[in-house]
């Protein structure tokens, strides 16, 4: 798929500079927004209308939306014979681990600092760039809006490609930022 129409979104960001206006853009070109905990609420606040990924899946299972290949007709056929809709835009960022360990807090403190579901869900979209866009940082949104601006709401397989690529690069540096502190501590 050259281009990727953006139409379902999955947010779910640490950092929320810059997110209230992209999830704005976003829903005024027709995209659903789900999301999870403190940006759920953070964009109910904005007064955006957004969908709890429990509601849309009985249960805070998302990967399944998230790895479905759209050019794969078993993944598609699995899809609805599930009732899951595909996501086509993962927005997340990550606990900012650095800042905790900038605190000085012990080590059982700054470990519950570690973000789980954020890369796990960064490597799942970032892998299956084919299908999907992902978004790690705040400072991505405004190149993002551009592209969809540029391609009636899609975005290139360019494009993605060389998101994942940032996205796997941050997951890697986050990852080895840890690593060391536990190996220190």
């Not at 139409?7 to 995209?31: P, Q």
């Not at 595909?86 to 080590?107: Q, R």
């Not at 009636?152 to 840890?178: C, E, G, H, N």
């Amino acid at each position: 798929m050259d281009f990727l129409p953006i139409r379902r979104a999955l947010l779910s960001v640490t950092h929320k500079d810059g997110l209230a206006e992209f999830a704005t853009f976003l829903h005024a070109n027709g995209v659903e927004l789900v999301s999870t905990g403190g940006t759920l609420k953070f964009l109910e606040n904005a007064g955006l209308p957004v969908t709890a990924v429990s509601d849309v899946t009985g249960f805070p299972e998302i990967h399944g939306g998230i790895l479905a290949d759209k050019d794969n007709p078993e993944h598609l056929a699995v899809l609805k014979e599930k009732g899951i809709k595909a996501f086509d835009l993962i927005c997340v960022n990550l606990y900012d681990f650095e800042s905790a360990l900038a605190k000085g807090l012990k080590p059982r403190e700054a470990i519950e600092e570690i973000d789980i579901g954020g890369p796990c869900m960064l490597r799942a979209a970032s892998k299956n760039f084919h299908s999907i866009l992902v978004l790690s940082d705040p400072d991505t949104y405004a190149e993002a809006t551009a592209e969809l601006k540029a391609n009636d709401m899609s975005v290139s397989l360019p494009f993605r490609q060389r998101m994942a690529a940032r996205t796997f690069a941050k997951t890697s540096r986050y990852d080895a930022m840890i690593a060391e502190y536990l190996t220190k501590n």
